[in-house]
């Protein structure tokens, strides 16, 4: 599995896209879903876990979401509900990106469009920061729209904004392990953790919850490491079930910082639904949680 998909991947990818405004929601999802995941999406009977993500982008819409994926927002209603010791400070919030003041940044933050999930600017030595380059990387999370791309309902009417926070780091002393832990029904079942993002070699390493790790890939290969499970193992999970309770599925992303865990964010799609398991077992076995039709 490889980090860059081929060109003409790309471009067919940019292709479907551009049908999305003249296609039923549920007819664009089918075309991109047998071109990115290889085999004909069932909505009538989803059996696989990237199939039932396609469902619940369908019929599992809430306005009430709009404010879990917005980078500001979630941070309230993360706060209402665990606390606000898990939240990353907030140095300053902007509108727009012309509006953002870079004077009054310290020496060390994260800046990111409230909106987007990859366009973060990590400034380490703010005398070394290519301001340009760094309005460039937000300019392009701001264009994105997840619902325009891949019909992910809570992106719809979002509105960007910009967010800076206090820079942080891990034991490491170069990065910022993220575990992401895959939620149903308010039961983490499953975790990965990303490493190697701030060197651009992401990695993803899957585990259980008894920490054995699982013999699959998915978007990013193995790091080939041996990753400790942090001390604080038990409260990471507390925290995920607190947060997940209600949500047929999502993805709770934490940090853990010298033993301190920190909310990332709440994802309701992972990888959208559209990437690849190898092997395929484990498409069905992470569908097999997430359990439909839901009454809500």
Not at 8 to 27: C, Q, V, W
Not at 80 to 109: E, H, K, M, R
Not at 121 to 136: E, F, H, N, R, T
Request: one cysteine or more; proline letters at 5%.
């Amino acid at each position: 599995m490889t980090n860059h998909p081929s060109l003409l991947f790309r471009i067919g990818k940019k292709l479907i896209t551009m049908t999305s405004p003249f296609l039923s929601d549920e007819a664009y999802l089918k075309l991109l879903f047998r071109y990115r995941c290889g085999y004909k999406l069932n909505l009538a009977s989803p059996q696989t876990f990237n199939e039932k993500l396609q469902w619940l982008k369908l019929h599992d819409r809430h306005q009430e979401y709009e404010k879990l994926v917005d980078k500001i927002d979630a941070k309230n209603y993360v706060a209402g509900i665990v606390g606000s010791q898990y939240i990353i400070p907030t140095i300053a919030t902007w509108n727009t990106i012309d509006d953002i003041d870079w004077s009054i940044l310290p020496n060390q933050f994260v800046i990111k469009c409230t909106s987007d999930s990859g366009g973060v600017v990590v400034c380490k030595d703010k005398s070394k920061l290519d301001i340009k380059k760094a309005i460039k990387k937000l300019r392009k999370g701001w264009g994105r729209n997840y619902y325009n791309q891949n019909k992910e309902y809570p992106y719809r009417n979002l509105k960007p904004r910009i967010i800076a926070e206090q820079y942080l780091e891990d034991e490491s002393g170069y990065e910022l392990k993220d575990y992401k832990i895959f939620c149903f029904d308010g039961e983490p079942k499953f975790l990965f953790v990303a490493t190697g993002r701030q060197q651009h070699d992401t990695r993803f390493d899957f585990f259980d919850l008894e920490w054995n790790p699982l013999p699959f890939l998915n978007t990013h290969p193995n790091s080939g490491k041996n990753l400790q499970k942090p001390d604080n193992f038990d409260e990471m999970l507390r925290v995920a079930r607190k947060l997940s309770q209600g949500i047929p599925h999502v993805r709770v992303d934490l940090y853990n910082v010298k033993g301190k865990i920190y909310f990332g964010e709440l994802t309701f799609f992972h990888n959208s639904g559209m990437v690849k398991f190898e092997p395929m077992e484990w498409d069905y076995k992470f569908g097999d949680y997430i359990k439909l039709p839901i009454n809500k």
